[in-house]
Nanobody
Framework: QVQLVESGGGSVQAGGTLRLSCAVSRVTYSTDSNDNMCMGWFRQAPGKEREGVAVLYTAGGAIVYSDSVKGRFAISRNYGRTMLYLQMNSLKAEDTAMYYC????????????????WGQGTQVTVSS
């Protein structure tokens, strides 16, 4: 069982920046490790479906971004694979949503993959 806790959301003006963080911890013993996990950020705006924002594979490999955030957002992890980040620059009003951290063991690792673990979410509000 993996626990994910997001932080860093808030309210900003359009054009501003925010950095989201996700703390990753294992609450039960597992032979799995954080070395081979797919982790990502998703968001859901009121009245809209949840959409994938960015994902990465902790053991390395290509990072995938949605077209709507490519060039503005950057996903990263810490060396110990216990933190996941989302740096959000040049924020737009349409980025307003609840942002969720998600994780799954192994591959596939893309925006359409099925994720087992989810955080509670952190709200991002961008005013124009």
């Amino acid at each position: 069982q993996v626990q994910l806790v997001e932080s860093g959301g808030g309210s900003v003006q359009a054009g501003g920046t925010l950095r989201l963080s996700c703390a990753v911890s294992r609450v039960t013993y597992s032979t799995d490790s954080n070395d081979n996990m797919c982790m990502g950020w998703f968001r859901q705006a009121p009245g809209k479906e949840r959409e994938g924002v960015a994902v990465l594979y902790t053991a390395g490999g290509a990072i995938v971004y949605s077209d709507s955030v490519k060039g503005r957002f950057a996903i990263s992890r810490n060396y110990g694979r216990t933190m996941l980040y989302l740096q959000m620059n040049s924020l737009k009003a349409e980025d307003t949503a609840m942002y969720y951290c998600a994780a799954r063991s192994g591959r596939p690792c893309d925006l359409t993959a099925s994720f087992n673990y989810w955080g509670q979410g952190t709200q991002v509000t961008v005013s124009s």
